[in-house]
Structure formats: structure tokens, C-alpha cells
């Protein structure tokens, strides 16, 4: 059920260009490598992996092991990552946006890069302590689905979620990548 919920995470143009670009590269090379069939992914867990490329949700009982399910024989970037608990702590869970190959955030806050509309369906609603972002990706958070409602101002990294403007642990139901 999550892992239908999430098939609407990501902005849909921004993902057909990146998959476009993906079978292009694999048809210049001659070949396409298949990921295993999306129903096959673990969806359980408090470790989950959001893949924008592929449009994949895998979840697992450690970190490593979600990020293992997410890479397979591909190599993924990571852009964001949110936290359970504060000081990025891993014990209770986290939440990894990543995508297929290399990729680095413009350096502007516009135009959105990314957005990902339901926290929710991940099991990741109201969860989120800190916050850590890679290759040169920020985050604005948001009270609710849909990126609607309230957000926070743009985070780089914080170990603290509650020391933004607004206090945001444990309160964000979506998010946007620029």
C-alpha cells in the first residue's frame, strides 16, 4: 500500500527527463539494465529510501540495508536525508531521497528541483528531528501534503529540527529539494 501511495512523490517532469536521459545513455551504450520489479521491494521498516529516478519506495529494519535494496547494481546520489531523531541520529529511523547516477542541486532556491508531496505514505509524516542535505541540496519543509501549508525556511543541515524558525521536529507531512 505505501509503496502505491508513493507513485506521485516526485515532480513527474522532472522525473521523465532524468529517466530519459537514463535510456538514452543505455541505448548510446547498447544496453538496458531492467531493476527489479518495483512489487518486489520491501516496504517495511523504519529505514526507507525514496528513489526519484526509478519511482521506488524501499524501507528495511537498518539503514544500510534500505540503502543496499536502493542501489542494487546501480549507483544512486543521495540529496536528502531526514532523521527520526535529533543530532542525526539513526536509531529510530530515516527517511533517504536519492536518485540513479550523479546529480547536484543548482545553487538557487528556484526553480523547485524536487518535490516530495506525501511523507505520509512512507510512514514518515510528523517524524522528521534533523535534517541533512548533500551536493549542494537544500530542503524547505511543509506542515502538510501537496508541499501546502505552513513551511520552514530553507535547510541546509540541522541537527536540531525544533531550532529552525517555527520549531520543526516531528511536523513535516511533505517537502521540496531546490
Known amino acids: 500500500m505505501a509503496k502505491r501511495n508513493m507513485k506521485h512523490l516526485a515532480n513527474t517532469d522532472r522525473k521523465r527527463a532524468m529517466a530519459a536521459v537514463a535510456l538514452s545513455f543505455a541505448a548510446a551504450a547498447g544496453t538496458l539494465l531492467l531493476a527489479p520489479a518495483t512489487a518486489q521491494a520491501e516496504t517495511t521498516g523504519d529505514h526507507c529510501v525514496y528513489n526519484l529516478t526509478r519511482d521506488e519506495l524501499?524501507?528495511?529494519?537498518?539503514?544500510?540495508?534500505?540503502?543496499?535494496?536502493?542501489?542494487?547494481?546501480?549507483?544512486?546520489?543521495?540529496?536528502?536525508?531526514?532523521y527520526d531523531d535529533a543530532n542525526y541520529g539513526t536509531s529510530n529511523?530515516?527517511?533517504?531521497?536519492?536518485?540513479?547516477?550523479?546529480?547536484?542541486c543548482s545553487a538557487a532556491y528556484s526553480p523547485i528541483e524536487f518535490t516530495v508531496v506525501n511523507l505520509g505514505s512512507a510512514g514518515w509524516s510528523n517524524r522528521a528531528s534533523s535534517a541533512h542535505t548533500y551536493h549542494s541540496c537544500d530542503v524547505?519543509?511543509?506542515?502538510?501534503?501537496?508541499?501546502?501549508?505552513?513551511?520552514?525556511?530553507?535547510?541546509?543541515?540541522?541537527?536540531?529540527?525544533?531550532?529552525?524558525?517555527?520549531?520543526?521536529?516531528?511536523?513535516?507531512?511533505?517537502f521540496q529539494v531546490s
Open 58 to 82: 524501499s524501507c528495511s529494519d537498518t539503514q544500510e540495508a534500505a540503502l543496499a535494496a536502493d542501489a542494487g547494481i546501480q549507483a544512486t546520489t543521495t540529496l536528502v536525508r531526514l
Open 93 to 104: 529511523g530515516t527517511f533517504t531521497l536519492t536518485v540513479d547516477g550523479s546529480y547536484t
Open 140 to 174: 524547505k519543509l511543509f506542515d502538510n501534503s501537496d508541499a501546502t501549508g505552513t513551511s520552514s525556511t530553507w535547510i541546509d543541515n540541522l541537527a536540531n529540527l525544533n531550532t529552525a524558525a517555527g520549531g520543526w521536529a516531528n511536523r513535516a507531512g511533505s
